[in-house]
């Protein structure tokens, strides 16, 4: 007794590249190999993840353009390569800005980040020469002052931020990126 798809057996199509879209796709693999060596070389296991499946994915989108072009005889091209490249370059890029600001080996570091994203926030509404007061990071953050004075210092030591006194007092600094 066999299911719905019992008498259905169809046979895989091989799609082929024409010849510039097989040169397309050898650069891009150089591209994203070269892109992945580097991760490498920096042991950041991070990026070699997301570097790793870039080509891949570019292949694959090739394919569904290829297949969206012509679907009764597709052929992927150097059109839908390089598409298919600039949607996968744009999201790798993304993501890898997305784990920088993310992605942490320890709690410090991790504490370091998300006081740095609450400034990018903050400078992205007020502007980049505008200072985030300490009553407003120290409110967002919700960590004891040691705490603070411990992430704010090694930042400041990493030249990641700069800090200005607020006419409130010494100990109420105010924040901003460099």
Request: charged content about 30%; glycine content about 4%; aromatic content about 10%.
């Amino acid at each position: 007794c066999g299911g719905n798809l019992s008498g259905f057996h169809p046979d895989p199509m091989k799609i082929e590249d024409t010849p510039e879209a097989s040169r397309r796709s050898d650069e891009i693999w150089e591209l994203t190999d070269d892109a992945y060596e580097t991760a490498q070389r920096l042991g950041d296991e991070t990026k070699m993840a997301i570097w790793a499946r870039a080509f891949e994915k570019t292949r694959k989108l090739a394919l569904f353009y290829a297949c969206s072009e012509n679907h009764r005889v597709p052929r992927i091209t150097a059109a839908g390569i390089d598409w298919a490249w600039r949607l996968v370059e744009h999201q790798t890029k993304r993501m890898l800005f997305m784990a920088d600001l993310y992605v942490a080996d320890n709690e410090f570091q991790a504490d370091c980040k998300r006081f740095v994203g609450f400034l990018i926030k903050h400078h992205e509404r007020k502007g980049a020469n505008v200072f985030m007061p300490h009553w407003d990071l120290s409110r967002r953050l919700n960590w004891p002052e040691k705490k603070i004075q411990d992430v704010r210092d090694s930042l400041i030591a990493q030249q990641r931020i700069e800090i200005k006194p607020s006419s409130r007092g010494p100990n109420r600094p105010q924040y901003r990126l460099l």
